[in-house]
């Protein structure tokens, strides 16, 4: 006799992030995780490593200036924000909070990972329903909802895809589903959106009791290492988390350094200047050498490779690593032909073209 986990739990495939060494512990160029090219602003490293000073205090268990500072930047009521380490984090608190044995997770086929490890974790059944030109489809979504249905997850955009659903088509998403459905839209990339009709749910989250917002600091903000996320929901939404969740589940570093990002916003602009004037270049290069780059609206692109053997994504990823470049390989997602990368420096996007032209050349 042993202890035995839930059922769902061995199911699990750890989640791997995106690698950041290659070969024999070298540093490499770090193209797989969507991480801010230019990094964190300097005030919100300097409030980091003032706030360590006091590593023996515990943190604000509500995150009270945090959650005031992120209504002032978005206008928003701070009492209906919930932070968290991560919007991973809450994605988990809200699949448990909400579903549990015999209930269901919906979510679309090549969505965020975590959907489906959290639905596991919690005993839910995850359920993936296809998607159109690789961009969620609101009809094949509204298809697959059930009377066990608890949750619907909406990356907007969607990572890994860089697609997004336009506003009009998020909101007959919700209005199709039923009222105890808590739609969730995952607006982790939110920032870098501007195109007209883009919409990260913030209107649906104010108006209607069943649907949240989810944000990060991790990509646009920089601060992926602090793990810093946060919620948007009705009252009664946010008092469920606020129950669940642990009471100290956001440092005080980061916290602090959170508040200062918010502030920053000229390092916010620089930051998605610098995604708008490379992303398109990385995309006309890359299709440039005969791949298929597809749409993005993120910090990162999707591209597609021949498959057959040698010119295929993986014989690109084990090229580029020889550069001591790393992109993200897509099996995981269902997407094996292609790789996604992330926008990096100027330095960075150059090397990685060169690398591209190279292996492009070699494998011809």
Same mark, same amino acid.
Request: glycine share 8%.
């Given at each position: 006799?042993?202890?035995?986990?839930?059922?769902?739990?061995?199911?699990?495939?750890?989640?791997?992030? *995106?690698?950041?060494?290659?070969?024999?512990?070298?540093?490499?160029?770090?193209?797989?995780?969507?991480?801010?090219?230019?990094?964190?602003?300097?005030?919100?490293?300097?409030?980091?490593?003032? @706030?360590?000073?006091?590593?023996?205090?515990?943190?604000?268990?509500?995150?009270?200036?945090?959650?005031?500072?992120?209504?002032?930047?978005?206008?928003?009521?701070?009492?209906?924000?919930?932070? *968290?380490?991560?919007?991973?984090?809450?994605?988990?608190?809200?699949?448990?909070?909400? @579903?549990?044995? *015999?209930?269901?997770?919906?979510?679309?086929?090549?969505?965020?990972?975590?959907?489906?490890?959290?639905?596991?974790?919690?005993?839910?059944?995850?359920?993936?329903?296809?998607?159109?030109?690789? %961009?969620?489809?609101?009809?094949?979504?509204?298809?697959?909802? %059930?009377?066990? %249905?608890?949750?619907?997850?909406?990356?907007?955009?969607?990572?890994?895809?860089?697609?997004?659903?336009?506003?009009?088509?998020? @909101?007959?998403?919700?209005?199709?589903?039923?009222?105890?459905?808590?739609?969730?839209?995952?607006?982790?990339?939110?920032?870098?959106? #501007?195109?007209?009709?883009?919409?990260?749910?913030?209107?649906?989250?104010?108006?209607?009791?069943?649907?949240?917002?989810?944000? %990060?600091?991790?990509?646009?903000?920089?601060?992926?290492?602090?793990?810093?996320?946060?919620?948007?929901?009705?009252?009664?939404?946010?008092?469920?988390?606020?129950?669940?969740?642990?009471?100290?589940?956001?440092?005080?570093?980061?916290?602090?350094?959170?508040?200062?990002?918010?502030?920053?916003?000229?390092?916010?602009?620089?930051?998605?200047?610098?995604? #708008?004037?490379?992303?398109?270049?990385?995309?006309?290069?890359?299709?440039?050498?005969?791949?298929?780059?597809?749409?993005?609206?993120?910090?990162?692109?999707?591209?597609?490779?021949?498959?057959?053997?040698?010119?295929?994504?993986?014989?690109?990823?084990?090229?580029?690593?020889?550069?001591?470049?790393?992109?993200?390989?897509?099996?995981?997602?269902?997407?094996?032909?292609?790789?996604?990368?992330?926008?990096?420096?100027?330095?960075?996007?150059?090397?990685?073209?060169?690398?591209?032209?190279?292996?492009?050349?070699?494998?011809?």
């Amino acid at each position: 006799m042993r202890p035995t986990p839930r059922p769902g739990i061995l199911e699990i495939a750890p989640y791997v992030g *995106g690698r950041a060494e290659v070969g024999s512990g070298r540093p490499a160029i770090k193209l797989s995780s969507n991480e801010s090219a230019i990094g964190p602003s300097k005030e919100a490293t300097a409030a980091c490593n003032e @706030a360590a000073s006091a590593l023996h205090r515990y943190p604000d268990g509500g995150s009270e200036r945090l959650r005031a500072a992120i209504a002032r930047r978005f206008n928003l009521d701070a009492a209906r924000v919930v932070c *968290g380490a991560g919007s991973d984090e809450l994605i988990a608190l809200l699949i448990k909070a909400y @579903a549990g044995p *015999g209930d269901e997770v919906l979510y679309s086929r090549h969505g965020f990972l975590m959907y489906r490890l959290s639905a596991l974790a919690a005993g839910a059944h995850p359920v993936d329903a296809p998607e159109r030109d690789l %961009t969620t489809d609101v009809d094949a979504l509204l298809a697959r909802v %059930t009377s066990r %249905t608890k949750l619907v997850f909406v990356a907007n955009p969607n990572n890994p895809t860089g697609s997004y659903l336009p506003a009009a088509e998020l @909101a007959r998403l919700h209005a199709g589903l039923p009222a105890h459905v808590l739609l969730v839209v995952d607006a982790a990339y939110a920032e870098y959106v #501007d195109v007209p009709d883009y919409s990260d749910g913030t209107d649906l989250a104010l108006r209607h009791p069943n649907v949240v917002m989810t944000r %990060t600091f991790s990509k646009l903000f920089g601060l992926a290492a602090l793990r810093l996320g946060w919620m948007l929901g009705s009252p009664e939404v946010v008092e469920v988390i606020n129950r669940v969740r642990s009471p100290f589940n956001v440092s005080a570093p980061a916290q602090a350094a959170g508040v200062a990002a918010l502030a920053d916003v000229a390092h916010q602009e620089r930051a998605k200047a610098h995604n #708008d004037r490379w992303l398109p270049w990385l995309k006309g290069r890359i299709e440039g050498l005969g791949l298929t780059v597809h749409p993005s609206v993120g910090n990162f692109l999707l591209v597609a490779f021949p498959k057959d053997a040698g010119r295929d994504a993986a014989a690109a990823s084990t090229f580029l690593e020889a550069r001591g470049i790393i992109p993200r390989e897509m099996g995981g997602y269902g997407l094996g032909h292609c790789l996604r990368i992330s926008v990096g420096t100027k330095e960075e996007n150059e090397a990685l073209m060169a690398a591209l032209e190279d292996f492009r050349a070699k494998a011809s």
